[in-house]
């Protein structure tokens, strides 16, 4: 097997990894469900196995194996939707997670690696943050993830499964770190805290109000990571005062303590019960104040003023999640198996990844060509996205060299871009159930 080292271009480097590892035997007898699997030649081998599933399509089973077929070898017989439900029974979910692991994290983050890593100040700026992810209506994935009741003006009216998934996200770079795929259920904070040892020692976490705990923030001190957290009202006595004062540009360090009732599980946890925090106000354009924490106390190297653009960054979590959702369709399983889903979760992620990398040589072009006008532009992800799925056949198993695969698509990223306007501000309303409802099931529109 050739070194998978990156030793081209980081979108080159990503293709040519990806692909080495879904031809290599090795690969396949690790993220084989059973020793018996994939030994024999057949239709669905491992490798088409792991591309039909990144090409998730909103599409019937047996049309999406017809075009995926005759994109392969035109002509060619198809397989049945039967032999298809039976062929990814025999592939894990941790295929999709080593893929991640070896042909985006370490080709964007590797030591050898060229890909430009955008930072601020010199730190990846990382994202925590969870979203409930509704299932299939069965009886298995409700028992491993869990129920949700379902209620009306009448009282109960049902449940569903549902699972929460929290990630780790380096928003600069649109590049998720980590994921956990848990029972819903399970806490915000404790999964954070399981992220913070993939975080490095310079990269900065940035968190809702949701996770504004001594605990936590002592996990972060004591582990020796950098965190930004916004603060609710009524959490610390010195926050309330900052909230009453009502002043923006304020920065002020205090000694916290942790509370009478959680001193002595504090202290079995075995952290200090004495920290440094530096608490920073600033003022949102809509006039709201808003509380932050950090453990960046250098008022030289963080100016006060620097934090409100530093906050608005965790946004990318936010639209991260909407994009996953909605373009990438992720509810829409195309399984009913605990397994099934868990192959479409991180398919999805390694694909949203995938594509992060391989746009940024056109992102670079469309924004040199649009230096001139008003509104910069971007390369348009809805474009992007359909683009890699209908041409992942040829760059995954074509025996095309790779960079006579990449220039069409290339090409393909920068048609059609759209104008990024970071200012324009858009008033947020809450909608109700049914017109929620009536986005899902009529507005929303996915890539492929």
């Not at 399509?57 to 075009?67: A, E, G, K, P, Y």
């Not at 985006?104 to 590797?110: E, H, P």
């Amino acid at each position: 097997m050739q070194d998978l080292h990156p030793v081209h271009p980081p979108s080159e480097s990503a293709v040519q990894t990806t692909r080495e590892l879904i031809h290599d035997q090795s690969f396949c007898h690790r993220h084989r469900t059973s020793q018996k699997h994939f030994t024999r030649r057949r239709k669905l081998p491992f490798m088409n196995v792991v591309v039909l599933l990144l090409q998730k399509s909103v599409r019937s089973i047996q049309l999406h194996l017809h075009d995926f077929f005759e994109a392969l070898s035109p002509n060619s017989p198809t397989v049945k939707t039967a032999s298809w439900c039976e062929a990814r029974l025999k592939l894990s979910h941790t295929a999709f997670i080593e893929l991640n692991e070896r042909a985006i994290l370490d080709v964007v983050y590797g030591q050898d690696s060229d890909f430009e890593v955008r930072r601020w100040k010199g730190h990846r700026l990382i994202a925590i943050d969870s979203s409930l992810v509704r299932l299939p209506n069965e009886e298995a994935l409700g028992n491993e993830f869990g129920w949700a009741e379902s209620n009306n003006q009448a009282g109960g009216c049902g449940r569903y499964p549902q699972a929460r998934l929290s990630a780790l996200t380096d928003v600069l770079n649109r590049i998720v770190l980590q994921t956990l795929f848990v029972p819903w259920e399970q806490g915000e904070r404790d999964l954070a805290l399981q992220h913070t040892k993939a975080l490095e020692p310079a990269d900065i976490a940035i968190l809702d109000r949701g996770y504004a705990s001594y605990e936590l923030w002592a996990q972060f001190i004591d582990q020796d990571r950098k965190f930004v957290c916004r603060c609710p009202a009524s959490s610390f006595s010195i926050i309330d005062e900052l909230f009453k004062a009502n002043q923006s540009g304020r920065s002020v360090v205090v000694t916290l303590e942790p509370s009478k009732k959680k001193r002595a599980k504090i202290r079995r946890a075995g952290l200090p019960e004495e920290i440094q925090v530096r608490f920073v106000t600033v003022r949102l354009s809509t006039g709201e104040l808003e509380v932050l924490a950090t453990n960046l106390l250098d008022e030289q190297r963080y100016p006060t003023q620097e934090f409100e653009e530093l906050y608005n960054r965790r946004w990318g979590i936010e639209t991260y999640y909407g994009l996953i959702k909605s373009r990438l369709d992720l509810e829409n399983f195309t399984g009913l198996s605990v397994e099934a889903v868990r192959q479409d979760l991180h398919a999805t992620i390694f694909v949203s990844n995938f594509e992060s990398i391989l746009i940024q040589p056109a992102q670079e072009q469309v924004r040199q060509k649009s230096k001139s006008l008003k509104n910069p532009q971007q390369v348009n992800h809805a474009v992007s996205f359909h683009a890699l799925k209908s041409q992942i056949i040829r760059l995954l198993l074509s025996s095309e060299p790779v960079p006579q695969v990449l220039p069409k698509l290339q090409q393909l990223f920068q048609d059609n871009p759209v104008s990024n306007r970071p200012r324009r501000k858009a008033p947020r309303k809450k909608k109700s159930a049914w017109r929620s409802y009536h986005f899902q099931r009529n507005i929303r529109k996915v890539v492929f």
